[in-house]
Nanobody, 123 residues
Framework: QGRLVESGGGLVQPGGSLRLSCVASGFTMNHYAIAWFRQAPGKEREGVSCISRDPYYADSVKGRFTISRDDREKSVYLQMTDLRPEDTATYYC???????????????????WGTGTQVTVSS
């Protein structure tokens, strides 16, 4: 059965950096787009970034976050820099056979989901 496991979250000061990892097992990852979503308390889950052949970013993180994938290692990474308090959220990775622009329509992502890793940006 397919599974995604996130790691790398933590507490960081504004302006700091974190690197999130998402490791896949139980399915052929290179057939899927892999995306990062996030959900802050009291807010809806939103798409942050996605990678299929090319990366895709939400406007709120463009220029600050970089997504990459290593299909041999069955891993996807999200390098986050210049972190802001508004980036505080639980970050989830997800896998689906869909174009990356669909991270704007979360209902499209019905495939595999991880359980999340907490990112807190605070001084």
């Amino acid at each position: 059965q397919g599974r995604l496991v996130e790691s790398g979250g933590g507490l960081v000061q504004p302006g700091g950096s974190l690197r999130l990892s998402c490791v896949a097992s139980g399915f052929t990852m290179n057939h899927y787009a892999i995306a990062w979503f996030r959900q802050a308390p009291g807010k809806e889950r939103e798409g942050v970034s996605c990678i299929s052949r090319d990366p895709y970013y939400a406007d709120s993180v463009k220029g600050r976050f970089t997504i990459s994938r290593d299909d041999r290692e069955k891993s996807v990474y999200l390098q986050m820099t210049d972190l802001r308090p508004e980036d505080t959220a639980t970050y989830y990775c997800a896998a689906e056979v869909t174009p990356c622009h669909t991270i704007k329509q979360i209902a499209t992502w019905r495939g595999y989901w991880g359980t999340g890793t907490q990112v807190t940006v605070s001084s």
